[in-house]
């Protein structure tokens, strides 16, 4: 079975700019959590989609926003980029009733210059 | 207060020692608990998880909750170099609540 992916892995944005980032699933598996790991801050949930509909979000401002579709897959966006946002984001998916068991992809890393 | 605490570390034992990895949480409605590894430039992944309180062992690793004192540890037993990565702790009622993650180093 293959695992969560994420497109792209590395990526290299100016302040201002907006950014899409792409994740798949588990095949099988409804619920996508998006996440920011950063070395201060360490991991931050953003939001978890189940069947295209948020199911929870985090803390974050308004400029982070996401969506699923129908197959699952699920993407987010970030508006007006600040420095602050470099990190990595996280993807991790989950089987129905295992929210505990979350499989995550490698990442994107975000470089805000 | 946050409502999970890790020590951030680095922790660095010798090879073949027993380490000790903590977390106190604040919440008593948290259920499971799970403590998962991530090496460097990867995802994290689900070591072990425990529904409710008690202990569960996997091989070296060995996972403890206790619940009346709100503090969840992992320990490894026969360390290896190979163990070398973030330890991150996570709880959940709702919603997962995770650790600051432990970085620990196992030197050869």
């Known amino acids: 079975k293959a695992g969560v992916t994420q497109t792209p892995r590395y990526l290299i944005k100016t302040r201002g700019q907006q950014v899409t980032l792409s994740c798949s699933p588990i095949s099988g598996h409804r619920s996508v959590s998006w996440y920011q790991q950063t070395p201060g801050q360490g991991l931050q949930f953003l939001f978890e989609y189940f069947s295209e509909t948020q199911r929870n979000k985090g803390n974050f401002p308004g400029r982070f926003s996401g969506r699923q579709f129908s197959n699952s897959r699920s993407e987010m966006n970030v508006s007006t980029l600040e420095l602050g946002d470099s990190a990595l984001y996280l993807c991790?998916?989950?089987?129905?009733?295992?929210?505990?068991?979350?499989?995550f992809g490698p990442g994107t890393r975000l470089t805000v210059t | 207060q946050k409502e999970v605490e890790q020590d951030p570390g680095p922790l660095s034992v010798p090879e073949g020692a027993i380490v000790s990895l903590n977390c106190t949480y604040s919440n008593s409605a948290f259920q499971y608990f799970m403590w998962y590894r991530q090496y460097s430039r990867k995802g994290p992944e689900l070591l072990m998880y425990t529904y409710s309180s008690g202990n569960k062992e996997d091989g070296r690793f060995t996972a403890q909750v206790d619940k009346s004192s709100k503090y969840i540890s992992l320990f490894i037993r026969d360390s290896q170099p190979s163990d070398s990565a973030t330890y991150l702790c996570a709880m959940s009622n709702y919603q997962l609540i995770w650790g600051a993650g432990t970085k620990l180093i196992i030197k050869p």
């Open positions: 991790a998916s989950s089987a129905p009733g295992q929210d505990y068991e979350q499989y």
